[in-house]
């Protein structure tokens, strides 16, 4: 992860950034992935969550972000718990 700028680590961790997608229990779907695509061509960090119970444990969690960074084309800047904050490549 060390070829993410700071400048867009700092505005992952900002915590006035709002979830804007949430993962419900449907899990990870087609539209899921075209949802944060597009608000990825509109903002340059996206924060989702999943809703609790989704995944069993954090390797789980790690493997529903690696997948959703797949399909959005996006990458993941940081990942704590349910919440995580992608940015456009």
């Known amino acids: 992860m060390s070829d993410i700028p ?3 680590r700092l505005l992952a961790s900002d915590p006035r950034l709002q979830v804007t997608i949430r993962v419900g229990k449907a ?4 539209s899921v992935s ?9 903002n340059e960090v996206v924060k989702a969550k999943l809703n609790r119970g ?8 790690e493997q529903l972000w690696r ?3 797949e ?3 996006a990458r ?4 704590r718990g349910n919440v995580a ?5």
Do not use: H, K, N, Y
């Open 34 to 42: 075209q949802e944060l695509e597009a608000q990825l061509v509109r």
């Open 71 to 73: 399909e959005a084309s």
């Open 85 to 89: 904050v992608f940015w456009r490549r």
């Open 27 to 30: 899990g990870l779907t087609e």
């Open 6 to 8: 700071d400048r867009i």
């Open 67 to 69: 997948q959703l960074e």
């Open 54 to 61: 989704l995944a069993e444990d954090s390797a789980a969690r």
């Open 76 to 79: 993941l800047v940081m990942a």
